[in-house]
């Protein structure tokens, strides 16, 4: 989001090459030997806290909140947010590198450099904690999945989840495990509220099994591709 709410001389817009590289340096970005981009550890966690302050946010709040950051009155911020597109994500972004560059004794960017690289973060952070090689479904599709299938597991996941990213480091094995016939699709635990009512889940990942629409096996926390396996054999059987 552009800080500057006064008219003026074009202000020049940070390189986010040049951004990108700084967000490395102080950790904030780490680049796999592949040349994969991932949020760090570090800024994880931050994310995570500002998100629970910020992201469920009403409107209402949410521009007062953005007012308040970048020093505008409220219907400069309702404008900027309309106009510039000012997400969320972003926004928690651009709380977040402060206190990331702050925690590392870093000198914090200024207003124009922390919202490129809080778009260039939003970017690189995957959309949905579901991952690749397992179908997703919204909220609201859960229930059809379920009444099309007589046996289903739902994997429960959350972003900036350490014990979800391990478990999706062994998904290939995990799936490879349960039966051929077995449903599986995964959700967003953050964005399925209906879900975790249903299931009565609190912590993620969960795995969920679940044998014509009724709930007969769950279990929260890391689960090894073993534990998983055992876990469907026992509550849908194994043949």
């Known amino acids: 989001m552009n800080a500057n709410s006064n008219p003026g001389p074009p202000v020049d817009q940070p390189d986010p090459e040049a951004m990108l590289d700084r967000l490395i340096e102080v950790g ?24 629970q302050s910020y992201g469920d946010l009403s409107e209402q709040d949410f521009t007062e909140a953005v007012a308040d950051a970048f020093g505008l009155d409220y219907s400069e911020a309702v404008r900027r947010i309309d106009e510039e597109g000012v997400t969320r994500e972003e926004f928690v972004a651009y709380l977040s590198l402060r206190a990331h560059f702050e925690d590392e004794d870093e000198p914090v960017p200024d207003s124009l450099e922390r919202a490129t690289m809080a778009s260039l973060v939003v970017d690189i952070a995957p959309a949905t904690p579901v991952p690749q090689g397992m179908r997703a479904l919204e909220d609201d599709e859960v229930e059809s999945f379920l009444d099309a299938n007589d046996r289903a597991v739902v994997f429960v ?37 209906t879900v975790r009512e249903r299931f009565e889940i609190d912590v993620a990942p969960a795995v969920v099994c679940v044998a014509d629409g009724r709930q007969v096996g769950i279990e929260t926390g890391y689960q090894s591709p073993a534990a998983v396996a055992d876990l469907v054999a026992g509550a849908l059987g194994d043949d």
């Open 157 to 193: 996941w959350r972003l900036r989840c350490d014990p979800c990213d391990s478990m999706k480091a062994e998904l290939e094995e995990t799936l490879d495990l349960l039966p051929d016939d077995v449903a599986v699709a995964g959700v967003d635990g953050e964005a399925a509220p």
């Open 28 to 51: 904030a970005i780490r680049e796999d030997d592949d040349g994969t981009l991932r949020i760090s550890a570090a800024l994880h966690d931050i994310l995570d806290l500002y998100e």
